[in-house]
């Protein structure tokens, strides 16, 4: 059944002005307490951001390429002399010193020759005395001129061809005892031990001597990597590579993080790779604690010098548009005002500005999506924007009861 619009109750007065004044509070409490930054009723509030007050700095230059470590001495270990490998005196994969024993061979056999050439030396000698008592006794009898000079002369000869063997069994005798000596295999230098090759109870072979294990020398540690020519000239100062220029060399590890000593350029190739265009170099660095081991890749940083007079920017604040590098400023106002920049190279995990940008200038850091030209922002120093006090987790404040 439908009802005639006059037939339904109108609203007295009272009502009509109770529900206008319900209305005027409500818009009243809605216009309170609104957030700094925020836009009149009906507009967009201006959004947050970080800003860098930059001014102008000193830079290191640099260059990056993917290097490799190795160690500074890769030396096999081989048996001198031959005989049965008794005993592996080392713990494998251990750093050793030089001169500290690896392996035994059997010294049985070696001091038996020692012994031997010892016999020999005391037999050449012997002759050597009864040379000496001939020839001093046919001296007498050449003075009475009881003998020719002929006989004379064949004793002292005798005499010598002696004494040249007391020589010759004092080398050998000399020769023994180092064989006895190289029968303890001892590390050459000293590094780090690689696995044994031959295993105990083996016969060692005397000809061409048998490789018994391998060591590397990890303290210093040497890099190896290339630079493009071209580049390189380009990040030195004097627009050409001089190996005397470079400052040092920086280690990125995989992880990311800076190896904490820097190191020297110790060799620089003195031609370009014809195929690849490469110059070859290699640093050297400190690796007392073993931190870095051969064979690992990481990224050599190349400081070729120092530049001033430019700015440092978060690599996060420069975006790579069609136009090249931009960064965003909050410009006169705080309304958003993208600048194509000159960017040089990086710098730990900021761009080298070169160009475009001035001190004092605003640069945005964060919330780089959400700005467009022309926008309001309400820009604040790094650590001060909204919630900068609050802590992490902290729930949020409960709303107002009416």
């Not at 109108?10 to 307490?33: E, F, H, I, W």
């Not at 930059?54 to 500074?72: C, D, L, M, N, W």
């Not at 080392?90 to 024993?101: H, I, R």
Request: charged fraction near 20%; glycine fraction near 10%.
């Amino acid at each position: 059944m439908n009802t005639h619009p006059s037939l339904l109750p109108r609203p007295s007065r009272a009502a009509l002005t109770a529900l206008a004044a319900s209305l005027v509070l409500l818009t009243a409490c809605s216009g309170k307490d609104q957030p700094a930054g925020a836009a009149p009723a009906g507009g967009m509030p201006a959004l947050p951001v970080t800003v860098l007050e930059i001014q102008p700095t000193k830079a290191e230059t640099s260059i990056e390429a993917v290097a490799q470590t190795e160690g500074a001495r890769e030396v096999e270990v081989r048996a001198r002399v031959g005989g049965i490998l008794m005993k592996r005196v080392y713990e494998e994969g251990a750093t050793v010193k030089a001169g500290q024993p690896l392996f035994q061979i059997d010294r049985a056999p070696l001091e038996v020759a020692v012994a031997q050439a010892r016999a020999q030396l005391a037999e050449t000698k012997a002759r050597v005395d009864q040379t000496q008592r001939e020839a001093a006794r046919l001296k007498g009898l050449l003075a009475q001129q009881a003998i020719s000079q002929r006989e004379y002369d064949t004793a002292s000869s005798d005499n010598a061809v002696a004494q040249a063997s007391v020589q010759a069994a004092q080398a050998s005798l000399r020769q023994a005892e180092l064989n006895l000596s190289y029968a303890t295999v001892t590390a050459p230098v000293s590094g780090v031990t690689g696995r044994s090759v031959v295993s105990e109870g083996t016969l060692v072979a005397t000809g061409g001597g048998t490789l018994l294990t391998t060591l590397v020398q990890v303290n210093p540690i040497w890099v190896r990597f290339s630079v493009n020519d071209a580049e390189l000239a380009a990040a030195m100062p004097e627009g050409r590579f001089r190996a005397q220029a470079i400052r040092g060399i920086e280690l990125i590890l995989p992880d990311g993080s800076i190896y904490p000593v820097r190191g020297k350029l110790n060799f620089a190739a003195s031609q370009i790779d014809p195929k690849l265009g490469t110059q070859q170099l290699r640093g050297e660095f400190a690796n007392a604690e073993g931190r870095l081991m051969p064979g690992q890749f990481v990224r050599a940083r190349l400081i070729t010098g120092e530049r001033d007079g430019v700015f440092k920017v978060p690599q996060g604040a420069v975006m790579q548009t069609d136009m090249g590098p931009v960064v965003m400023l909050a410009g006169a106002g705080n309304k958003v005002e993208p600048r194509p920049v000159k960017t040089g190279q990086w710098s730990g995990k900021d761009w080298i500005i070169t160009g475009g940008l001035k001190a004092g200038d605003k640069v945005i850091i964060d919330n780089l999506i959400k700005l467009r030209p022309g926008a309001t922002v309400a820009p604040h120093a790094p650590g001060q924007g909204p919630g900068a006090g609050a802590k992490p987790g902290a729930p949020a404040a409960a709303p107002a009861k009416g």
